[in-house]
């Protein structure tokens, strides 16, 4: 079992609708959660952390953790053909930065 | 503010040579820790440094070495390189160490070996 997964896609979402992208991890000693947006041929641009159980919102983005499920999720509302890019869940364990990642979502709006 | 830097942007390589990268991290962050980020991998954890000491190590043979100066600017050397080393390198800057903390990334150095 990988330590991070998430659904390879590639996820097509119409524009103005809503990308859900899902996240789950294996360690439950887990401490922080992190969604970073890597457009192609650029490095990861972190966009949304949570730490706590519950949601947290940003502008169009919402995070949302689910310790007790080991799931994470980001949702992007109005979605923009600006977000077409890979989504990459990462999480920190160990208490230190060592981030593990999951393979990423590839997410297409379409106009 | 200025962001995280890496030098150079590209390089390309002889296998059995040996390469040096380096990274700035963002003013003030003291925690920069290193990935490497390949097709078939996606990105894997090299190694972390904080107050010049290496506080965690991925997976990664002895080849892959790093060190961190007391101006928290770091170095990543990869030893006799190989095919399988071709990837994009990315440098990871944090305001300190462990606990809830974000890291951000510099632009990546991205490494052919032929």
Request: glycine share 10%; hydrophobic share 30%; net charge positive.
């Given at each position: 079992?990988?330590?991070?997964?998430?659904?390879?896609?590639p996820l097509s979402?119409?524009?103005?609708?809503?990308?859900?992208?899902?996240?789950?991890?294996?360690?439950?000693?887990?401490?922080?959660?992190?969604?970073?947006?890597?457009?192609?041929?650029?490095?990861?641009?972190?966009?949304?952390?949570?730490?706590?159980?519950?949601?947290?919102?940003?502008?169009?983005?919402?995070?949302?953790?689910?310790?007790?499920?080991?799931?994470?999720?980001?949702?992007?509302?109005?979605?923009?053909?600006?977000?077409?890019?890979?989504?990459?869940?990462?999480?920190?364990?160990?208490?230190?930065?060592?981030?593990?990642?999951?393979?990423?979502?590839?997410?297409?709006?379409?106009? | 503010?200025?962001?995280?830097?890496?030098?150079?942007?590209?390089?390309?390589?002889t296998r059995g040579?040996?390469?040096?990268?380096?990274?700035?991290p963002i003013s003030?962050?003291?925690?920069?820790?290193?990935?490497?980020?390949?097709?078939?991998?996606?990105?894997?954890?090299?190694?972390?440094?904080?107050?010049?000491?290496?506080?965690?190590?991925?997976?990664?043979?002895?080849?892959?070495?790093?060190?961190?100066?007391?101006?928290?600017?770091?170095?990543?050397?990869?030893?006799?390189?190989?095919?399988?080393?071709?990837?994009?390198?990315?440098?990871?800057?944090?305001?300190?160490?462990?606990?809830?903390?974000?890291?951000?990334?510099?632009?990546?150095?991205?490494?052919?070996?032929?």
């Open positions: 079992q990988k330590e991070v997964e998430q659904n390879s896609g979402v119409p524009e103005g609708a809503i990308a859900s992208l899902n996240c789950t991890y294996s360690d439950r000693g887990s401490q922080s959660f992190f969604w970073y947006r890597q457009y192609s041929g650029k490095s990861p641009e972190l966009i949304m952390f949570i730490y706590s159980n519950g949601d947290k919102e940003d502008g169009r983005f919402t995070a949302q953790l689910n310790k007790a499920s080991q799931y994470v999720s980001l949702l992007i509302r109005d979605s923009q053909p600006s977000d077409s890019a890979t989504y990459l869940c990462a999480v920190n364990n160990q208490g230190a930065q060592k981030l593990v990642f999951g393979q990423g979502t590839r997410l297409t709006i379409n106009p | 503010k200025a962001g995280v830097t890496q030098t150079p942007r590209y390089l390309i390589k040579q040996q390469v040096t990268l380096s990274c700035s003030g962050h003291r925690s920069v820790s290193w990935y490497q980020q390949t097709p078939g991998q996606g990105l894997q954890f090299l190694f972390e440094y904080f107050s010049e000491t290496q506080r965690n190590k991925g997976n990664f043979p002895g080849r892959f070495s790093g060190r961190q100066f007391s101006n928290s600017r770091s170095e990543m050397n990869v030893s006799t390189l190989e095919l399988g080393d071709s990837a994009l390198y990315l440098c990871a800057s944090s305001l300190v160490w462990g606990g809830n903390t974000e890291a951000f990334f510099g632009q990546g150095t991205r490494l052919t070996v032929v």
